[in-house]
């Protein structure tokens, strides 16, 4: 016996990390299927490896940058986008610099597959971890 709950027990409740945007849905369904730490806009909440992961508050795909990232900032949650533009834009820059936002960007030339964006998160993932929370300059 491995000492695990069963699959769908609830031993306790998740504690949220990592908050993935809409312009990565794709990705985020993948790792928060795995990782009870991970929500996403529009997150029923779900049980994983006996830990429950609630209700995600951004329940809409379709909020402005400038809305969803003081919530998601203000649970402390480390942010993974593809959104590179969001420096050039005066109310989302803003937003990341007042709430003291965490974000890690996934930038490329063109656009990537589904599998393309968890190659690159996965590569650079124990990096991820192991920055997010941390006292940043």
């Known amino acids: 016996m491995s000492g695990k709950p069963p699959r769908n027990q609830v031993t306790g409740p998740a504690q949220v990390r990592f908050y993935f945007d809409t312009d990565v849905l794709g990705l985020a369904h ?7 730490d991970a929500t996403c806009p529009g997150d ?10 609630p209700k995600c508050p951004i329940t809409d795909t379709n909020v402005l940058d400038s809305d969803w990232i003081p919530k998601v900032a ?5 942010i993974s986008t593809r959104d590179a ?8 820059r803003q ?3 007042n709430y003291d936002a965490e974000m890690f960007v996934i930038t490329s030339r063109g656009n990537l597959s ?3 964006q968890l190659e690159v ?3 650079r993932w124990r990096q991820i971890d192991e920055q997010a929370g941390r006292p940043r300059p």
């Open 114 to 116: 589904k599998w393309d």
């Open 85 to 92: 533009r969001i420096e050039r834009r005066p109310a989302e």
């Open 30 to 36: 993948v790792v928060a299927g795995l990782r009870a």
């Open 44 to 53: 029923p909440g779900a049980t994983i490896g006996g830990r429950r992961r």
């Open 74 to 78: 203000a649970n402390g949650w480390t």
């Open 95 to 97: 937003a990341v610099v």
């Open 121 to 123: 998160l996965m590569s």
